[in-house]
């Protein structure tokens, strides 16, 4: 089942992902600086941080005063989310297909789920979840990989499906095998609509300044053509 090759992968590189998340390019420079334009003023907020991996999102909005829950399919994730934050018990172990049943209806002002959606094969079940336990004209933000980045990075031939699909990440120390779903955008953004939600914002981010020294190939290649997109939906009522 893919769900176990992908936690198998995620214990197994934790430890290093940690290590690496404050500067790699692609999460630091990348992903986080337009995500974490989309949640705009988090003070007082309270976020749900789903798939919270290591939990650096989680780090930087309560720094910026919000209020966290953080969840994550990996064990290994979650303790690491945990010894980065002060409160252990508001990280635990979940998984984003599962009904979020510890949490009753409305209780988020967001939910933020940073590059994480791609390993759900139907986004409807996650969806109406998210909804639920969001308050009134509560906002879901997330980042994922770019539809058109992934039709070309896996040569697919199979544009309009959700495609199971696999690649090796080799900077975590030894060669890992990533699978995921790949999805058209049409799978992207018609679950939102369809589950009460309004999209109000889409970002195809580019790469910060400080990415460009750190690895220029691909800071050239990421102002040219997107790797990754995120949006913003807001609650219908
Ligand atoms: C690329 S990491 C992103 C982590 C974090 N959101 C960030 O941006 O720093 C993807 C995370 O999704 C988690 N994940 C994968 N499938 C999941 C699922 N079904 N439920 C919950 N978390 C999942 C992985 O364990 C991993 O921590």
Same mark, same amino acid.
């Given at each position: 089942?893919?769900?176990?090759?992908?936690?198998?992968?995620?214990?197994?590189?934790?430890?290093?992902?940690?290590?690496? /998340?404050?500067?790699?390019?692609?999460?630091?420079?990348?992903?986080?600086?337009?995500?974490?334009?989309?949640? &705009?003023?988090?003070?007082?907020?309270?976020?749900?941080?789903?798939?919270?991996?290591?939990?650096?999102?989680?780090?930087?909005?309560?720094?910026?005063?919000?209020?966290?829950?953080?969840?994550?399919?990996?064990?290994?994730?979650?303790?690491?989310?945990?010894?980065?934050?002060?409160?252990?018990?508001?990280?635990?172990?979940?998984?984003?297909?599962?009904?979020?049943?510890?949490?009753?209806?409305?209780?988020?002002?967001?939910?933020?789920?940073?590059?994480?959606?791609?390993?759900?094969?139907?986004?409807?079940?996650?969806?109406?979840?998210?909804?639920?336990?969001?308050?009134?004209?509560?906002?879901?933000? /997330?980042?994922?990989?770019?539809?058109?980045?992934?039709?070309?990075?896996?040569?697919?031939?199979?544009?309009?499906?959700?495609?199971?699909?696999?690649?090796?990440?080799?900077?975590?120390?030894?060669?890992?095998? /990533?699978?995921?779903?790949?999805?058209?955008?049409? &799978?992207?953004?018609?679950?939102?609509?369809?589950?009460?939600?309004? /999209?109000?914002?889409?970002?195809?981010?580019?790469?910060?300044?400080?990415?460009?020294?750190?690895?220029?190939?691909?800071?050239?290649?990421?102002?040219?053509?997107?790797?990754?997109?995120?949006?913003?939906?807001?609650?219908?009522?």
């Amino acid at each position: 089942m893919l769900k176990e090759k992908i936690l198998k992968a995620y214990e197994s590189l934790a430890e290093e992902y940690n290590a690496q /998340i404050d500067h790699k390019p692609h999460n630091a420079y990348y992903d986080r600086p337009s995500t974490l334009a989309l949640l &705009e003023d988090v003070k007082g907020k309270s976020i749900l941080d789903a798939a919270c991996g290591p939990g650096k999102y989680a780090e930087i909005l309560l720094k910026e005063g919000a209020l966290i829950k953080g969840f994550d399919l990996s064990p290994k994730m979650i303790e690491l989310a945990q010894r980065r934050n002060s409160n252990a018990s508001d990280f635990f172990v979940h998984d984003l297909e599962k009904p979020l049943t510890m949490f009753k209806k409305k209780t988020f002002d967001t939910v933020l789920c940073a590059l994480a959606m791609h390993y759900v094969k139907d986004w409807n079940a996650t969806i109406q979840e998210f909804y639920r336990v969001l308050k009134p004209k509560g906002k879901v933000v /997330i980042s994922i990989e770019h539809p058109f980045f992934e039709y070309t990075y896996f040569k697919s031939k199979k544009y309009f499906e959700v495609e199971p699909v696999k690649c090796t990440w080799n900077s975590f120390g030894k060669p890992i095998e /990533i699978n995921s779903y790949r999805r058209p955008l049409f &799978e992207i953004i018609q679950p939102f609509i369809d589950n009460g939600f309004l /999209i109000e914002k889409l970002v195809e981010p580019k790469p910060v300044a400080e990415f460009q020294h750190l690895d220029p190939k691909h800071f050239k290649e990421l102002n040219e053509f997107p790797a990754f997109m995120a949006l913003r939906a807001v609650k219908g009522s």
